[in-house]
């Protein structure tokens, strides 16, 4: 180990201080690059970690039995049944998932596109990520195929991948794999001795939609599938930290429960104690939480698929969104306008130019592990809800978010630049929308 | 990487965990094993974290402004000017040493005995730890001496050190390293081109004594020490996780800022945001925060000193201890006596003899990194100052916390557990101490 390993800034949380580093220096900005979601806390929820004030002792490595038991329950409302003695919890899905690759060793498959930290905290496991695209418009799932050939290079190279990471439904993209993906990956984990790694943070904000709720890879290959999920997303506490997993119920998952807790003991200890407390009582899933989450689902869905219009008016190919507060729009289309008009080759230079033109912060498909000349870039509607507490409850709880002037004036500021950058006009949300003409 | 690094579980933690399972069994234990602190939280640490739980944002990376002001200030006021952008904030000192190792590289310079997951970590992180011996009486700083040789013939065997662990005052021997050795590590560390990580989270446990408080390494090296401390030690807190580090101000050190906060952003993002509030609070230390750390320190210092005569009545040699909840006592001059009355002639077993014949926890020094075959364990009295808060209370604010009645059980247990182990008769407190026969 001459050098150490070379890890960069989290893409997400760079753009976030880029972003507060231009809004502090009186810049107006228009961020949609990080997927934190800028709501306050449930009071109940709040109350709930107050009152656990007094706790200050480490407890158990693997959360607390009222928290194990809580996860339990939550899963199997989920049709997951779960010993609450295979669930651990960790400060944060992000330690979780970089301990489940420590206790897992070997390489790791990664979707492409894929979140931004799971290649590199592969590399910082000391393991070597292997890049798997996915099917079109079925992100977070690698293509069951294509993982079987290189899984099948690999090993023959005298790598050894021994776990593959999905997430369901899928950050940046949005979309859900179909079941029948799910089968096809589950087939091959099992023909190839995979563990499936299945990072389900998003699971509740699935729309209401007759598709459904998404399946879990543990429902197809439940012997070999981790999943994790935490209160981040759907409960807007991402500044808690606290993530979940659950091993599965079988030899191997009883192996790598022992190695995943040995492995927590040295990283972090315990999960922060109060935090326990209120995410046991989240995840009991009492009516206030249920209704929070649905009410952030609704105003998510709402706004993506405004903004989803938008992208799509200008010119730009939007896979159809099922889920969480992002759009992974393809500017493909508008490749020949944008370099005649911008210069604008890749995927960096997109983005770049949307920050220095238009103040609008999002992400390159970089950042999600794509090849930078793809034009695409992730956008993520969660920071725009409102700036103040006040504003941020009027956007959870208005019938119509998208006329709320703080929320419309975001909607149409990303027109208005959509315009400007693509010369297609992109109406504002209440005029109707001609038809693109560089597409 | 063919298997995953084998990482067992933290034996503190795992102590603790089988400690509670024979207490649930219905057995009566002595757990002088973990040296978590069991103490409350004091009322206005609390209130804090309490008034801090509509705070859900991850904030920046490093830690808020206001925490990282705030331990600036905590280190001014101990002779080490700081720069607040040159503090990073972790959930715990566990997983801010990992990322450090992490963000230096290379392989450690691990002092034995020491810390139980230094070395684990290490491993972890991909890196050797290489193991340097301690003077003696002088716990937590390897010989500089010792190092220099080992740092040669490491790199002439094509090895790459390039950190150096200190722990200042030492877990697992309570002593601290004299100036004049911080000043040839100093040296040492120049001259080999080392960082030094000064793991510093007892600092605030030295006794009140005429040896004044322990140095920092950071005076000596000023350019390439990183110091760490946290809250878990001086406020028991541990449950919270929070740990900081102060990074040199030096080209060095800003460079490894960079590193260390790229890693942080990739393992954990931020710290528990409530927690940080509370830090920031306790870090500028009002009033009530220094008298609960003076009275933390008394009680321990009253406790551990009783408990090392009760060691050294058993025929144990004991090293002076100058601070912490903790005792490494050496049952070498006890050697003939434990192997012909009871078979014992390593720490396992004579840990294990401790638990299994009398109930009494506590550790091998191989969780130290010692051989097995000599014969040490670390001591902690840090769970003895009761069960519920009120006795805990009582104990952190009597003026003689040995008359309590459950300190004195606990104590006068150990003296007789010692009596029957070595037929040293150890008197309890109150009665006079005849010499030992088998030293």
């Not at 989803?308 to 969104?321: D, L, M, N, Q, S």
Request: proline share 9%; net charge negative; charged share 20%.
């Amino acid at each position: 180990m001459p050098e150490p390993v070379p890890v960069t800034m989290s893409a997400t949380l760079a753009a976030d201080a880029e972003m507060a580093r231009r809004r502090r220096a009186g810049e107006q900005v228009l961020s949609l690059a990080s997927g934190e979601i800028g709501l306050p806390v449930l009071p109940e929820l709040r109350e709930r970690l107050a009152a656990a004030a007094h706790r200050n002792t480490y407890g158990p490595v693997a959360g607390s039995p009222a928290l194990r038991e809580a996860a339990a329950g939550y899963w199997a409302r989920r049709d997951l049944p779960t010993e609450a003695d295979l669930v651990v919890c960790g400060p944060g899905s992000k330690p979780l998932l970089f301990a489940l690759m420590l206790a897992i060793g070997g390489d790791v498959v990664v979707p492409v596109p894929s979140w931004v930290s799971y290649a590199t905290q592969a590399r910082m496991a000391g393991a070597q990520p292997l890049n798997v695209p996915t099917l079109p418009g079925q992100g977070g799932v690698p293509d069951p195929d294509a993982l079987r050939e290189a899984v099948t290079t690999a090993r023959a190279a005298g790598r050894n991948p021994r776990s593959v990471i999905v997430t369901l439904p899928d950050n940046p993209t949005g979309t859900i794999a179909h079941p029948d993906t799910l089968r096809r990956l589950a087939a091959a984990a099992r023909d190839l001795d995979l563990v499936i790694v299945s990072d389900e943070i998003y699971c509740d904000l699935v729309y209401d939609t007759p598709a459904g709720p998404a399946t879990s890879p543990a429902a197809h290959a439940p012997e070999r599938t981790v999943v994790t999920t935490g209160l981040t997303k759907n409960l807007a506490v991402g500044g808690w930290r606290t993530g979940i997993a659950r091993l599965p119920d079988s030899t191997l998952g009883r192996a790598l429960h022992t190695r995943l807790t040995a492995v927590a003991s040295q990283l972090w200890s315990s999960t922060t104690a109060p935090v326990q407390d209120a995410a046991a009582y989240a995840l009991t899933e009492p009516p206030e939480i249920l209704a929070y989450v649905a009410a952030a689902r609704r105003l998510h869905e709402n706004v993506v698929r405004q903004a989803a219009r938008h992208f799509t008016a200008a010119g730009a190919h939007v896979e159809p969104v099922r889920s969480t507060c992002y759009l992974y729009p393809s500017f493909e289309p508008l490749r020949e306008h944008l370099h005649a008009a911008h210069g604008i080759t890749g995927a960096t230079r997109l983005a770049t130019h949307f920050a220095q033109h238009y103040g609008v912060g999002l992400l390159p498909g970089t950042a999600f592990g794509d090849h930078d000349d793809l034009l695409r870039i992730r956008t993520a509607t969660s920071q725009i809800y409102g700036t103040t507490e006040a504003e941020q409850n009027a956007a959870l709880t208005a019938a119509a978010p998208l006329e709320l002037p703080w929320i419309k004036a975001a909607l149409d500021r990303l027109a208005d630049v959509l315009t400007d950058l693509t010369g297609n006009p992109v109406p504002h949300q209440d005029t109707p929308a001609p038809a693109p003409a560089h597409a």
